[in-house]
């Protein structure tokens, strides 16, 4: 397949699986349950954290943590203190444990509390270059300036150490994005979407692979800037609008490309 074949497979994978009914069965289903702007933006945070795995246990466990709030993430955040975090101790997604989810919560509090929220943290190392990278790397700093496990640093990953970042970068596309299905929520209009990175997985990148796409066999930082710069020549206002494409053949549908 040359170039053109791709985009226009890209193209029509696209508007297959960026649809309405996508959302149900995503985890982006979490942050759909409310309309006030912190809530989905905490709602989207958590449920993008505990993003790997089946996603029907992903969207089980992320409700279960939104009804643990009440169903009101902001006020949980708000007002909590230390002697309610017992009640989390027993939560558990695969590695994501209740110590850290009870440091997740101190640190969302935190950040709601005294900088202002995600957005305002996001975007003050999105504006030092009007740069996502600046963004993730600052946001990382602030979300662990206050006493933490040791353990949670994996649960945010760091792209100076060189990892993909993918639930961070999936988090910041339902965030930015404004898509016409309504998927994506399209709050934070201070970043253009020409700037996010395709959030990389292993069902990604092999299709992007089998594609001839990508050329780079880990699935690191590096693989994401290789990927998303090939994607910005197909579209380059909204290149990771293609990440429903490689979703949807690499895991809806399983598919081995032959190119």
Known sequence: MNKEEIKKLLEEK???????????????AI?????????????????ASIAWGLRTTIVKNARHLMQIMDFDPWEYIINIEE???????????????????IFFIKALSNIYRNHGGLEKVFMKGYHRNQSIKDALIYFRK???????PQRTEKHISSIENGAAAKRLNMFLRWMVRT???GI??????????????LPLDIHTGNVARALGLLKRRQNDWKAVEELTEVLKEFD?????KYDY?????GILEGIKINV
Request: charged share 25%.
């Open 14 to 28: 696209y508007e297959t699986y960026a649809t309405e009914e996508f959302i149900a069965g995503d985890p982006v």
């Open 31 to 47: 942050p759909h349950l409310f309309s006030r702007k912190e809530n989905i933006e905490i709602a989207g945070f958590l449920s």
């Open 83 to 101: 002697q309610d975090l017992e009640e989390l101790q027993d939560f558990c997604h695969r590695t994501f444990n209740g110590t850290d989810l």
């Open 142 to 148: 602030v979300f662990f300036k206050i006493d933490h």
């Open 179 to 181: 898509e016409a299905s």
């Open 184 to 197: 994506d929520f399209g709050l934070w209009k201070e970043i253009s979407p020409a700037h996010l990175y």
């Open 236 to 240: 380059p206002v909204d290149p990771v």
């Open 245 to 249: 494409a490689l979703f949807g053949m």
